[in-house]
């Protein structure tokens, strides 16, 4: 049986804000592939990119091996929706 007072841990957490940021953004490509040219297909289709790396000031050198790192998220009001969501159905599964 499971305990109504347990704790979910920080890691379910984030895999279900993960998982609602990415059928959001899924659900936005479709939605802005779908419909015509215009605001609406600009609002779906629209994202901001947060991240790090992919320039030339990147590279790890050890000397003997040189490779870059970073890594990009791209939020969308579409994606946020989706977290919303996720946490709403995460917050009614109790």
């Given at each position: 049986m499971i305990n109504p007072k347990a704790k979910r841990s920080i890691f379910l957490l984030f895999l279900i804000l993960f998982f609602g940021a990415v059928c959001g953004s899924i659900i936005s490509q479709f939605v802005g592939n779908i419909m015509p040219d215009g605001v609406v297909n600009e609002f779906f289709l629209s994202?901001?990119?947060?991240?790090w790396g992919a320039n030339e000031n990147n590279w790890v050198d050890f000397f003997v091996i040189r490779y870059k790192t970073?890594?990009?998220v791209d939020i969308s009001v579409a994606s946020i929706l989706g977290m919303?969501?996720?946490w709403y159905f995460l917050r009614y599964f109790k």
């Open positions: 994202s901001q990119s947060f991240g970073g890594i990009y919303l969501v996720s």
